[in-house]
């Protein structure tokens, strides 16, 4: 019951959650209002910085899911055919 009544509290204000405050909004640029707290980015040093994390965080999204569909381990006595066989 209680993991139920925490699932639905944060349904229920996930957007209070998630969305910036609205003066933080109108301190944002237009590409970012809505999703971040704060005065937003002072420079373009700080747009490469905002681009290399997105960047390295889609690849390791992707080698994640790529190595966890098909981790490519042929080997019978890996550790993985001893939780698999179970």
């Known amino acids: 019951m209680k ?3 925490i699932l639905i509290f944060m349904f229920v204000f996930a957007k209070q959650i998630i969305s910036a405050c609205e003066v933080c909004e109108k301190q944002q640029p237009k590409i970012t ?6 005065a937003g980015p002072q420079s373009n040093w700080d747009w ?13 999204f992707v080698f994640s899911l790529k ?3 098909n ?5 019978t006595d890996h550790i993985k055919q001893l939780i698999l066989s179970n």
């Open 3 to 5: 993991k139920n009544s």
């Open 33 to 38: 209002q809505g999703f971040t707290h704060g």
């Open 48 to 60: 490469v910085i905002i681009a290399v994390i997105t960047a390295i965080t889609i690849l390791t």
């Open 67 to 69: 190595y966890l569909i």
């Open 71 to 75: 981790p490519g381990e042929k080997n």
